[in-house]
């Protein structure tokens, strides 16, 4: 998958991880991982990114004795999730374009099968 591509991916999907909830770095892995992987050495310069551009904060929370960062996704990151949302449609619909010849050729390997 092209770097830049995926990399953009990766931001979508750290900031829809926060979306609904704060959360911090292992958790955020954890709730990615079901749809790809991600690992620390990845995740936080994302999140440093995410910061600097104004899509989320962070803030410090005592947990068990230990200070935890955790993430809260701002108005410009909600924003971000839309836009990502409206760009999916078209992404989409390139993705039906690339593959229509593909689908053709599905549809008449069926019918010759089943002629």
């Known amino acids: 998958m092209d770097i830049q591509l995926k990399r953009g991916l990766l931001d979508i999907c750290v900031l829809a991880a926060i979306k609904s909830e704060d959360s911090y770095g292992y958790k955020i892995i954890r709730d990615i991982r079901p749809f790809l992987t ?61 593959t229509r010849e593909d689908k053709t050729n599905d549809k008449d390997r069926i019918s010759d099968e089943t002629a």
Do not use: C, Q
């Not at 936080?44 to 410090?60: C, N, Q, V």
């Open 38 to 98: 991600v690992s620390e050495s990845t995740l936080y310069p994302i999140l440093r990114r995410l910061e600097s551009s104004g899509m989320m904060t962070e803030y410090s929370m005592e947990h068990n004795g230990r200070l935890r960062k955790y993430y809260h996704i701002t108005p410009a990151g909600l924003e971000r999730i839309e836009e990502f949302r409206n760009e999916w449609t078209e992404i989409n619909d390139i993705y039906n374009f690339v």
